[in-house]
């Protein structure tokens, strides 16, 4: 269906390269070989955050091991913005959301936060990782977003590098037209974002948020986004105005 | 939590004005009175997509019937912009997500298109029209876009008006920074957006919609978006750029 070499794409920690042997784990040689239905000489492509996606030819299928012997380069690796996503997560099914449509959007790192109104204890963590690594394998990404465990918004905050540009989207804001705002950024390359939680920010966190240094708010408009939408708008509209979709 | 007099936002066809009585149907009865418990006398909005926002107070609630007493205008009715949406049914759950959020984000119209890659034969307009009034009430819209059945695209695309500013979302272009071309588009005040299936447009289809008048394509990134993703982040640009978060 597409003008390119495979239909298969998987995501490896080995290395990259001109006639490497790459094996493949048990869960993604069952996928290879029982629900993808591959068989040995079918084509593969494979990337690892470092080396940029190759094709490779897959040899030795079975279901708990495959061997893929990795031909050519088909891209170099490419460096993503660096865009830190802090949200507060929501149900399991919206948090599921979240983190494949951020990973498809490019983010580089997503860092649940907790807030006053954020309800949200059995985060976890591996199977973000997880909707991660398959939004990546699926969105032609060519490397995986880093996936943190839940923090206290006030630490997450602290953590962020003094020059890292945050935006902040604030729902009960008007003004602050996020095209006027993004356009105006000061020159930076690393940025983050931080979205509420259902019900929003409580009164404290917003001027906490707000007493930060190099923090922007822009508002998203006259209706009340849910908090998974405002992720996906807020992302959008930095890579339009600052990241790669410049 | 939200410094606003209700916490219960209701749709209704009626006329709203003061002193004017208001009688919910079976449907909203048994949610006001069985799901969100409310007793005569607790407050609730209501909006009719002409005469603002209202609020009122319950009177006789059963869950059979209730009536409102129409009290004071919390809002005037305001214009949305006049963005129509023409998108490619996938999945149940992507179409119900696509409703949804396309509704918070401001969408006049939402418009079903079948392309050579589209598969959704059991497209349920009624479900759909339902899944966009309940985001209507929760994101504070003032009206409810409408939704129409699912018709050809290039049925589609003939039918939208000559003057109306057609954005065609091509996945796999590239160059066609969207902030260069929302940027400089002809002043309009009608505007549309069309996003493919997964899998794509067919070439002839990016033929056909390439070739007509007053249509601008943009690109979406280096990474592939799911097609739900897609029309998130499209209409977030253009409300960014053209539309009410200016």
Known sequence: M?????????????????????????GQSHYVATVMRRRDGDKVALFNGRDGEWIGQLQEVHKNHCLVHVTEQLRPQ???????????????????????????LGVASLQPVQTQRTNAERLREDKMALQALEAAEQCERLNLPTVHGLIKL??????????????????????????EVLSNLPSSEKWAIVTGPEGGFADEEIEMISARPNTHAIS??????????????????????QGDWV
């Open 78 to 104: 490419i460096e993503e913005p660096d865009i830190e996503l802090l949200f507060a997560p929501i149900k399991k099914i919206q948090t599921g959301l979240i983190v494949q449509k951020a990973t498809e």
């Open 2 to 26: 597409f003008p390119k070499p495979y239909s298969l794409r998987l995501y490896v920690p080995s290395d990259l390269g001109a006639d490497l042997g790459v094996v493949l784990d048990k």
């Open 154 to 179: 006030e630490q997450a905050l602290a953590a962020l590098e003094p020059d890292r540009t945050l935006i902040f989207c604030n729902e009960r804001l008007s003004g602050n037209s996020p095209k």
């Open 220 to 241: 998203l408009g006259p209706r009340i986004l849910r908090a998974e939408t405002a992720v996906f708008a807020c992302l959008s509209l930095l890579q339009a105005f």
